[in-house]
């Protein structure tokens, strides 16, 4: 069975955009400090865990460790596990986003998934060694955050199909998809998905299903019976 909002393939999505925003991230962050290193590693020597004096680090060891440890460590996998979760809550909570379409709805999750990140600190706030290099790698963080969303949206398109609900008498005659009211809506369905559908049978009212596009029912005369999800598509009472 496919869930509404397809909560899977948006995490699926989102594994393709955390990876990407993971890598291109990292892959700044260590050209950010590559081209600052004289200052970054007047930074550190000033640190007595790196200062070069007898027990601790020297400046240069604490920079390669900065560079193969702690930005993978604290900046790209943080940043792919958020891109896997707000893939995840872009699927499920697709419908509710504000902007029309995939691509405005996948900004407005990456915006929100931005906040989390500078919250969080994973935006190079423990990496970076002054301000001027924090600034600029949340302005390059915010220029592939839209790439993100470009990522995330393809995605989620190539996996989602939508689906509209129609019915002749929308107080009366319900449609409702695994127990929930889809009636007048346009719902996001797993592509390849099915999912049990269901008409009143009570009022005498339902003569069949109608069906167009990618969506077809395994019995159209059954108030309660299977729809398939092959593409865009309409389900109607009629």
Same mark, same amino acid.
């Given at each position: 069975?496919?869930?509404?909002? +397809?909560?899977?393939?948006?995490?699926?999505?989102? =594994?393709?955009?955390?990876?990407?925003?993971?890598?291109?991230?990292?892959?700044?962050? =260590?050209?950010?400090?590559?081209?600052?290193?004289?200052?970054?590693?007047?930074?550190? @020597?000033?640190? @007595?865990?790196?200062?070069?004096?007898?027990?601790?680090?020297?400046?240069?060891?604490?920079?390669?460790?900065?560079?193969?440890?702690?930005?993978?460590?604290?900046?790209?996998?943080?940043?792919?596990?958020?891109?896997?979760?707000?893939?995840?809550?872009?699927?499920? !909570?697709?419908?509710?986003?504000?902007? /029309?379409? /995939?691509?405005?709805?996948?900004?407005?999750?990456?915006?929100?998934?931005?906040?989390? =990140?500078?919250?969080?600190?994973?935006?190079? +706030?423990?990496?970076?060694?002054? @301000?001027? @290099?924090?600034?600029?790698?949340?302005?390059?963080?915010?220029?592939?955050?839209?790439?993100?969303?470009?990522?995330?949206?393809?995605? !989620?398109?190539? !996996?989602?199909?939508?689906?509209?609900?129609? +019915?002749?008498?929308?107080?009366?005659?319900?449609?409702?998809?695994?127990?929930?009211?889809?009636?007048?809506?346009?719902?996001?369905?797993?592509?390849?998905?099915?999912?049990?559908?269901?008409?009143?049978?009570?009022?005498?009212?339902?003569?069949?299903?109608?069906? +167009?596009?990618?969506?077809?029912?395994?019995?159209?005369?059954?108030?309660?019976?299977?729809?398939?999800?092959?593409?865009?598509?309409?389900?109607? =009472?009629?």
């Amino acid at each position: 069975m496919g869930e509404s909002g +397809s909560s899977l393939a948006g995490a699926k999505a989102g =594994i393709l955009g955390g990876i990407f925003f993971a890598a291109a991230a990292g892959l700044f962050n =260590i050209a950010l400090l590559e081209t600052f290193s004289g200052s970054v590693l007047q930074v550190l @020597q000033a640190n @007595q865990f790196c200062s070069g004096a007898p027990g601790a680090a020297s400046p240069q060891e604490c920079f390669s460790t900065l560079l193969t440890a702690d930005i993978p460590s604290l900046v790209m996998f943080p940043i792919a596990v958020f891109g896997i979760v707000f893939g995840g809550l872009y699927g499920m !909570y697709y419908e509710f986003l504000p902007g /029309y379409g /995939y691509r405005l709805k996948a900004v407005a999750i990456g915006m929100l998934m931005l906040v989390f =990140i500078v919250v969080f600190g994973v935006a190079g +706030s423990t990496t970076t060694t002054d @301000q001027t @290099q924090l600034l600029i790698m949340r302005a390059f963080d915010s220029v592939v955050m839209v790439l993100y969303a470009v990522v995330i949206a393809h995605f !989620y398109r190539k !996996y989602t199909r939508v689906v509209e609900f129609e +019915s002749p008498n929308p107080e009366k005659l319900k449609i409702t998809v695994n127990g929930k009211d889809y009636t007048g809506k346009a719902k996001t369905l797993a592509l390849h998905s099915t999912h049990t559908v269901r008409a009143p049978s009570e009022s005498g009212a339902f003569k069949g299903w109608l069906v +167009s596009g990618g969506v077809s029912v395994l019995d159209p005369k059954s108030f309660e019976t299977t729809m398939r999800v092959d593409g865009d598509g309409l389900l109607k =009472i009629s």
